[in-house]
């Protein structure tokens, strides 16, 4: 048998003396990706791909409805805990009440995290964004994780009640760190809630401020395949582990045009400044096309998000419990500009106010850095994401969609040297 080298040169040759002109591939070469009349069929932003068949949650965009496993979110805000809708969300039924105590128990016997991680935290550059942080810590935690290495759906359920657990002492920590501060260890008498709060500031909350933030967390954990739900599914279908899954949501959630938001929209309320500054703000800038307003527009909801609602009504409170005129100020710059939004943009245009437009006030209210909003929607989201890969690995079929090719085929191969 000869060189098997010898058989591709003489290939190449053959290839170079029969080389025509570059030419671009024809519509039967990527039927997938044209109509019948041979055009391009592109669904740009995978708009209008319904990717599988789901019970975790249903919006109705034009109803302004949103439902977790059949449950209103108005109910789920008013009646539930972050715990008992995690519970929801990963088994698709209300908890009898042994079923949440032992579920509220796993939690939070796994809140601390280990001496690695803290070292991690405090070797982190204090000016990297807590989200890129985050990122890198959750990941971290999937190394020292007892069942580190293993596949697939068997070992996801552990992982997801050790992480979710986990997920807000990291960020808190990652808070302090920020700040020169040593971490608050978590308590295991605390609801979530009031233990993330706890860790942020070393105080129990009062009953408002815990309720408050438990609710936040509520109407940020779950929403559909959109962005960081639909990363974190695109690597778990390749039966990759868990941890890889929920980075890569952290990842997604990150830009501001997905959980980045509501940290945008508080910098763009605190840009404005006063009440009589929003019209003309709203004139030179949204209305020139200069910029988008912040919290709002959603690729699902064309009207009022039901979400941004319930937030509405607790940056009201807050405002009112914290008596701090400077938020009651930024609370009416945030009311002006919705009116103008309302007005001009959300009937017209579909562009309407959306869950990441009111979180931040409530958040600013307590006195939480505008750097850790998106990692405080991540901690309530990393329920959505969790419940989302199990349902989808559940009846796994490898994520893999297709491109349109509008470039060149069989482009000649200059070699370096005769490219100038
Ligand atoms: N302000 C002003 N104009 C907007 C806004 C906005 N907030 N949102 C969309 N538009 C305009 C766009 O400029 C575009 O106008 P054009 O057709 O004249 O070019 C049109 O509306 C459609 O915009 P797209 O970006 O194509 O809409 P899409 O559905 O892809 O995007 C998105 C949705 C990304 C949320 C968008 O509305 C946005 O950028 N909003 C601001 C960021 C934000 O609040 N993100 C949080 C969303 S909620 C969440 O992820 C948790």
């Known amino acids: 048998m000869g060189w098997p080298g010898a058989a591709l040169n003489s290939l ?36 209008n791909l319904c990717m599988d068949e789901s019970e975790i949650c249903f919006i109705d965009g034009f109803h302004s409805k949103l439902y977790y496993r059949g449950y209103s979110i108005e109910d789920l805000a008013n009646y539930s805990t972050y715990e008992e809708t995690t519970y929801l969300l990963w088994h698709g039924k209300l908890p009898t009440r042994s079923e949440l105590s032992a579920f509220s128990d796993q939690l939070r016997n796994n809140r601390e995290i280990p001496q690695g991680a803290y070292d991690l935290i405090r070797a982190i550059p204090r000016d990297t964004h807590p989200m890129e942080a985050l990122r ?5 935690l999937g190394n020292v994780d007892p069942e580190k290495g293993k596949l697939g759906l068997d070992s996801m359920m552990p992982k997801a009640i050790r992480l979710t657990a986990k997920l807000p002492t990291v960020v808190a920590a990652l808070a302090r760190a920020r700040e020169g501060k040593e971490p608050i260890r978590p308590r295991s008498d605390l609801s979530h809630a009031a233990n993330f709060l706890y860790m942020l500031s070393g105080e129990v909350p009062d009953k408002f401020w815990e309720r408050a933030m438990d609710v936040s967390l509520v109407l940020y954990a779950e929403h559909e395949m959109n962005a960081s739900a639909f990363a974190t599914v695109v690597v778990g279908s390749t039966l990759s582990d868990y941890y890889s899954s929920i980075v890569a949501g952290i990842g997604a959630l990150r830009g501001p045009l997905h959980g980045g938001a509501n940290e945008e929209a ?16 709203f004139k030179e800038n949204v209305l020139t096309g200069k910029k988008r307003v912040m919290g709002a527009g959603h690729r699902v909801y064309k009207t009022y998000d039901p979400r941004a ?19 009651a100020d930024i609370y009416r710059v945030a009311e002006r500009l919705e009116d103008l939004i309302m007005g001009q943009l959300c009937e017209s245009r579909g562009i309407c106010t959306n869950v990441d437009y009111w979180s931040g006030i409530v958040y600013y209210a307590m006195g939480i850095p505008i750097e850790q909003y998106t990692p ?18 559940a009846r796994n079929r490898i994520l893999r969609p297709r491109l349109y090719y509008k470039g060149l085929l069989d482009v000649e191969y200059v070699p370096i040297e005769r490219r100038g």
């Not at 508080?266 to 703000?281: A, C, H, R, T, Y």
């Open 136 to 140: 890198t810590v959750a990941s971290y």
């Open 12 to 47: 190449n040759s053959g290839r170079a003396a029969a080389r025509a002109m570059p030419t671009k591939p024809t519509p039967d070469m990527q039927k997938w990706c044209v109509d019948e009349k041979g055009q391009p069929r592109i669904d740009k932003g995978a708009e």
């Open 309 to 327: 609602k319930i937030f509405r009504e607790y940056a009201k409170k807050s405002v009112e419990v914290s008596r701090d005129p400077k938020i």
């Open 376 to 393: 405080i929607f991540a901690i309530a989201r990393i329920a959505g994401w969790s419940a989302h890969l199990m349902e989808y690995v």
């Open 266 to 281: 508080m910098k763009q309320f605190l840009e404005i400044g006063k009440p009589e500054n929003v019209d003309s703000w």
